[in-house]
């Protein structure tokens, strides 16, 4: 390609505290407007804010998980910009030294681990929300979501193109959400990301003027709006044209970006340390009582998994939850490898589908993990065909009992008796001549179809090696 995509990110998560970031206003999303904003939120003179502790925690544990140096002071900034929904009229954040400053974070990209430096994460305060959905020739102002903390993460722009920031964002999504400080609802703003996006001439080391795209808050809308900004970038470079650094949004019904205001840049925000907060200082003791209380990592259970027996594609999609990764340790405890194989298959397979039909999580599963390692050890001793586990799991889902219960209600023990595979196989041959015929004259796929025919026939039933094994035996030996 003429031109090379750059993107960084930033990410603004919403962190699961109980109150805000410098306030006791419940932190909660979806009440009545106006109804969770204090004094210090609408910023009432002689208001104080306070530092929320948990918040503070919380960026911790990310840095521990980026491997990031948590910087034992860092200091509460003024960011001065007039907006109807900042009440103050200056938005409290981090910025000479955030709580967080580097850090690396690995992904994968079309089945290829990437890695990314991160510049920095640093808390602080939203804003409100101003609504012009409901309202004719006026804005309302909702301050609700005033002051709830947020946990900015910016990379440094080494993302090549919408689809590997994509995965990046879809990582980070999984990571936040795993170890526990944000909820990752993209519907309700929990997890927004920004893109900056600029191209240059393929080789080129400058990179190009960026362009931020605003409030992404779906996966598949940041993919098109990267595309579409990049492709728009293109087109006026090569018309003669220069870009001009902007923040922009997306039009998702309309598919482009469109131009919001002019880029500010940091001299415009007239940062100064906030008179009102003291630095934050955290010690080596917070870090490792912190350390303390952290779950494994996603990477570290996907070894784990892997080395149990898990298919590494498999392994990196059950790791895309937490939930799903307990349910499938749960499931392959004490179970063989091929049993640990089997699990896996059937987590990524009939039972995911089955989640998904039903539009629930894990945790409401009608079948328990226990149950799926059972089915996996019935699959392994032949008692049960593989063919017949999706039929299992849906009787599971329908209260019909417990896996060796649903076997027996429905006679479907698998047939290992070589005698009766035998008989089977020799009613199938003589009723498809042409198939044996076509398989003795080298056309192999015509044995496919007589392994069909015969558990067709058997309902399913029939031990698979045992079926392959008479019919070659019988075919070859005619």
Request: glycine share 6%; charged share 25%; proline share 4%.
């Amino acid at each position: 390609m003429a031109w090379e995509i750059v993107v960084g990110i930033e990410t603004h998560t919403q962190l699961l505290t109980r109150s805000k970031m410098f306030s006791g206003a419940p932190n909660a999303f979806g009440a009545a407007p106006n109804t969770q904003a204090c004094a210090v939120d609408i910023a009432l003179p002689g208001t104080l804010p306070v530092a929320n502790r948990a918040a503070i925690e919380h960026a911790i544990r990310f840095g521990l998980a980026v491997n990031g140096r948590i910087s034992p002071r860092s200091v509460f900034a003024r960011k001065n910009y007039f907006y109807p929904d900042l009440p103050k009229g200056y938005q409290i954040s981090q910025y000479e030294i955030p709580v967080v400053q580097g850090g690396t974070f690995r992904f994968f990209a079309d089945k290829i681990e990437k890695s990314i430096r991160l510049t920095r994460a640093h808390l602080e305060e939203d804003a409100g929300k101003s609504l012009h959905e409901n309202f004719s020739d006026v804005t309302g102002i909702d301050l609700n979501r005033a002051g709830t903390p947020l946990l900015e993460i910016v990379t440094e722009p080494e993302l090549r193109g919408a689809k590997e920031a994509v995965a990046y964002a879809r990582a980070l999504h999984v990571l936040v959400v795993w170890i526990g400080i944000c909820d990752g609802n993209m519907q309700e703003g929990s997890f927004r990301c920004d893109a900056n996006v600029s191209v240059r001439k393929t080789g080129d080391e400058k990179l190009g003027t960026r362009c931020e795209i605003k409030n992404l808050n779906s996966f598949r809308f940041m993919e098109q709006a990267i595309e579409y900004e990049a492709a728009r970038q293109i087109e006026v470079l090569e018309g003669g044209g220069s870009i001009v650094q902007q923040t922009r949004l997306y039009d998702a019904d309309r598919n482009e970006t469109r131009s919001m205001r002019s880029k500010e840049d940091v001299q415009d925000y007239r940062y100064f340390p906030d008179p009102d907060l003291l630095p934050l200082v955290i010690s080596e003791q917070d870090i490792e009582r912190v350390r303390a209380s952290m779950p494994e990592l996603p990477e570290t259970k996907r070894a784990k998994l892997i080395e149990a027996g898990v298919p590494p594609a498999q392994a990196n999609q059950i790791t895309s939850d937490i939930e799903l990764t307990r349910y499938t340790v749960s499931a392959i405890r004490d179970a063989s490898r091929i049993a640990t194989q089997t699990v896996s298959s059937l987590i990524v397979g009939p039972l995911s589908a089955r989640l998904n039909q039903d539009n629930i999580s894990i945790d409401k599963s009608k079948m328990s993990a226990d149950q799926l390692r059972i089915l996996a050890q019935r699959m392994e001793d032949g008692t049960l065909s593989g063919k017949l586990a999706k039929e299992i799991i849906d009787a599971a889902w329908a209260g019909e009992g417990n896996v060796d219960e649903i076997i027996e209600k429905r006679g479907l023990r698998q047939i290992s008796d070589s005698g009766a595979i035998e008989k089977i196989v020799d009613e199938v041959l003589a009723a498809n001549a042409k198939q044996v015929a076509d398989y003795r004259a080298g056309k192999e796929k015509a044995f496919n179809s007589l392994v069909g025919q015969v558990m067709k026939r058997s309902q399913g039933k029939a031990n698979p090696a045992q079926v392959n094994e008479v019919l070659r035996r019988k075919l070859t030996s005619a």
